[in-house]
Nanobody, 120 residues
Framework: QLQLVESGGGLVQPGGSLRLSCVASGDSLHYYAFGWFRQAPGKARERVACIAKNDGSTYYSDSVKGRFIISRDDTKNTVYLQMNRLTPEDPAMYYC?????????????WGRGTQVTVSS
């Protein structure tokens, strides 16, 4: 069974950057496609970015396109989310999850999340 642990969240000023990490254990990363999701209080969960398991193809929501970059290092069993030019609309709990590659919907495994706060 795959376990996912996110880290890298924290407090950052508007315009700043953070890099989130999602470390997988219990299985090899290369069997899975991954996505980053976020949920702010009182809001619906949002799919932020996804990355395929073989060809490295990616998906980004319109709200983060051009600012966030998803990547993976299968040798380190880690998926990353580089978040740049953070805005007051970005604060949320960020979760890593395995996804299917047709519609990028989450399947099977979730981490517990890491909190991102943007404030001056």
């Amino acid at each position: 069974q795959l376990q996912l642990v996110e880290s890298g969240g924290g407090l950052v000023q508007p315009g700043g950057s953070l890099r989130l990490s999602c470390v997988a254990s219990g299985d090899s990363l290369h069997y899975y496609a991954f996505g980053w999701f976020r949920q702010a209080p009182g809001k619906a969960r949002e799919r932020v970015a996804c990355i395929a398991k073989n060809d490295g193809s990616t998906y980004y929501s319109d709200s983060v396109k051009g600012r966030f970059i998803i990547s993976r290092d299968d040798t380190k069993n880690t998926v990353y989310l580089q978040m740049n030019r953070l805005t007051p609309e970005d604060p949320a709990m960020y979760y890593c999850a395995t996804v299917e590659e047709e519609f990028w919907n989450p399947v099977d495994y979730w981490g517990r999340g890491t909190q991102v706060t943007v404030s001056s």
